[in-house]
């Protein structure tokens, strides 16, 4: 879309997964408001489910005005098509300057997709949101040529401006419980919910149930542990840490672990308190999953491991020998 609506609303696109909001909805609703009072605008959190456990008017806490739902069967499985038409067809009819879409698996799949039905373009996987003083537009930085520098993305020619945002990029501030939010029922033509896509169902595969990219401690292994057994250590060392376990490309390839458990460029992308790199190497691939991590401790037996360039807390030795011990000292120490 052309230029047309600069005093449009922020939307944000929220995430229920099985009935649950995804906490980066929570996140990207708390920064739009702010954004949103810099330029005197209202803010919208869209929502698309089958069922829901929660009040979603409770949005209105971290500064949603209007919480849109659109409801029905068709959201029981995640289905690319059905969300593209939907989120497409209340831009077109909406015009907002602004919309936010978490980079989770699914805002990855949809927004490129949106990006292209609405024609404007896409700054994807965010990792800072702001307004230029000057203009009102937006600022949008990610990590760019392989995590070497941040840049700073502006989108003058194009409504709305769009981006995707990593989930725990922003801290999310203490709800305000006396605000009050509209809930609306958007009336949408038949035909946004037709997909050439079939779903038939869903099959568990291990590693579903926990999302990496949910948790404080990401424990990952890549290549050096050399066996599927051996991420037993891992596993260890994450539950004593009340974490969860990663894992490199190369490990996934060799099949040691499932590809839920992947970070990376084509796996997923974790900002944790604290990240454990554990005999990975530290590829520019794999950076672009973690480096937003608050701290990161490598294990790695080559001296000149490219994760040690990121690591804030350098072990160099065998990860065999390295791992047991901090196992050992964190159960000394709790007795
Ligand atoms: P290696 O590079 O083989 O490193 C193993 C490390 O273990 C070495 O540094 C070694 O010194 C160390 N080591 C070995 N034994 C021990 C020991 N006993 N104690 C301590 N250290 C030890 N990779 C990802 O991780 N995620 C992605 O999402 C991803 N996406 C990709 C997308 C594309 C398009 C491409 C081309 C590649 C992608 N890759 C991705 C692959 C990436 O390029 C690397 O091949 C991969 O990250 C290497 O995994 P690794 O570090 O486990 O293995």
């Not at 995640?78 to 939907?86: A, D, L, M, R």
């Not at 831009?91 to 609405?118: D, F």
């Not at 605000?179 to 099959?203: C, M, N, Q, W, Y």
Request: net charge neutral; proline share 5%.
């Amino acid at each position: 879309m052309q230029r047309s609506n600069r005093s449009g609303e922020i939307l944000v696109i929220g995430e229920i997964r099985e009935g649950t909001l995804h906490s980066a909805t929570v996140e990207l609703t708390a920064k739009a408001r702010e954004l949103a009072d810099r330029l005197g605008t209202k803010v919208t959190t869209l929502l698309m489910y089958d069922r829901v456990d929660m009040n979603v008017e409770d949005l209105a806490w971290w500064g949603a005005d209007v919480v849109l739902c659109v409801v029905g069967e068709p959201f029981r499985y995640f289905n690319q098509e059905v969300y593209t038409n939907v989120i497409s067809y209340l831009i077109k009819g909406r015009n907002p300057q602004i919309v936010l879409a978490p980079a989770t698996t699914s805002g990855r799949t949809y927004m490129p997709a949106v990006a292209a039905k609405v024609h404007t373009g896409l700054t994807a996987d965010c990792t800072g949101l702001d307004i230029d003083a000057d203009t009102g537009l937006l600022l949008q930085t990610r990590p760019a040529i392989g995590g070497n520098i941040m840049a700073t993305i502006q989108t003058p020619n194009h409504l709305p401006q769009m981006a995707t945002v990593r989930p725990r990029t922003f801290p999310v501030p203490k709800p305000n419980r006396g605000r009050k939010a509209r809930v609306e029922h958007p009336d949408l033509p038949g035909e946004v919910f037709t997909s050439s896509i079939e779903v038939l169902g869903k099959e568990h595969q291990e590693g579903m149930d926990v999302n990496i990219q949910d948790l404080d401690v990401v424990v990952s292994g890549g290549k050096g542990l050399k066996k599927a057994e051996n991420f037993n250590l891992l596993r260890e060392l994450a539950s004593l840490l009340g974490g969860g376990v990663g894992a490199s490309r190369a490990a996934v390839d060799n099949k040691w672990i499932s590809y839920p458990h992947q970070v990376g460029l084509s796996g997923k992308v974790v900002s944790p308190k604290v990240y454990f790199a554990v005999g990975i190497s530290g590829s520019v691939q794999h950076l672009a999953g973690m480096q937003t991590a608050d701290f990161v401790v490598a294990i790695n037996k080559d001296p000149e491991a490219p994760i040690f360039r990121v690591a804030d807390i350098a072990l160099c030795g065998d990860l065999f020998d390295i791992v047991p011990r901090i196992i050992e000292k964190i159960k000394e120490q709790r007795g």
